[in-house]
């Protein structure tokens, strides 16, 4: 049981739970500590094992959708940070989000979906964070959304 103002209780009343962390799926590490810094490789939104959306925003995946898979890939981006804190998200303090969003060359409301992420990342951390804000006609594994975070770790015991 957490306290209340801990990142694992905010997250249970909004109805989240966090997966184990995923492995990488090619030749790389999902994230990266130097010094009290993590770098996770980029996100993406998984449910059950699978991706939970494929395709392009603005053509298979609608806004709503979107912004959806935004908040599943937050969800993974938490649980490799938590994973780099040593299984305590109150370690975490997210600085940056590179959001990067795969959609049509009309869709422009790319800072709406990734709203999604960062909404939630900043009510479950407590702390608001910087973002970068991407379109792309192509994604890896044809995923509508990926995240990157770079995030502090606080080394003091808590």
């Known amino acids: ?3 209340e103002n801990h990142p694992e209780t905010r ?24 010094g009290n810094l993590v770098h996770t490789s980029f996100q993406f939104p998984w449910r059950e094992g699978k991706l939970a959306y494929t395709g392009r925003v603005g053509a298979e995946v ?15 981006g938490l649980a490799q940070l938590k994973e780099a804190a040593g299984g305590d998200l109150a370690r975490v303090r997210l600085v940056r989000l590179d959001g990067h969003v795969g959609c049509t ?21 407590g702390v608001a964070h910087c973002r970068t804000a991407l379109g792309h006609m192509v994604m890896p594994l044809d995923s ?3 995240l ?3 995030a502090e770790i606080d080394d003091a015991p808590t």
């Open 144 to 146: 509508p959304v990926m």
């Open 1 to 3: 049981m957490y306290p």
């Open 62 to 76: 609608s806004t709503e959708q979107a912004v959806d898979a935004a908040r599943l890939a937050a969800l993974a």
């Open 105 to 125: 060359m009309e869709f422009k409301d790319i800072p709406h979906v990734l709203n999604g992420a960062s909404e939630l990342l900043t009510q479950v951390l």
């Open 148 to 150: 990157g975070f770079l």
């Open 11 to 34: 997250l249970a009343a909004m109805g989240h739970r966090l997966q184990p962390a995923r492995a990488g799926v090619g030749a790389y590490v999902p994230w990266v500590r130097t």
